[in-house]
């Protein structure tokens, strides 16, 4: 996300041309949703960190 967001800064700034300073913001979603599951799958999800469902789990629900 921290390359998405410089990556939108650059274009906000007009370094990327009139289009991508209009869709700056657009650009950063868009990398956000294409480089954290890259950077997951090539890190084989050292990275991911998931907690286990307690409320809704074997006896955590109601009875």
């Known amino acids: 996300m921290l390359v998405a967001s410089a990556v939108s800064i650059t274009a906000f ?6 289009c991508a300073q ?4 657009f650009l950063a ?3 956000s949703l294409v480089l954290c599951p890259l950077i997951g ?9 998931e907690r286990t469902n307690t409320v809704n789990g074997p006896g955590g629900g109601r009875a």
């Open 13 to 18: 700034l007009g370094a990327l041309g009139p």
């Open 22 to 25: 209009a869709f700056s913001t």
């Open 29 to 31: 979603c868009g990398l």
């Open 41 to 49: 799958r090539l890190t084989k999800g050292r990275f991911h960190l």
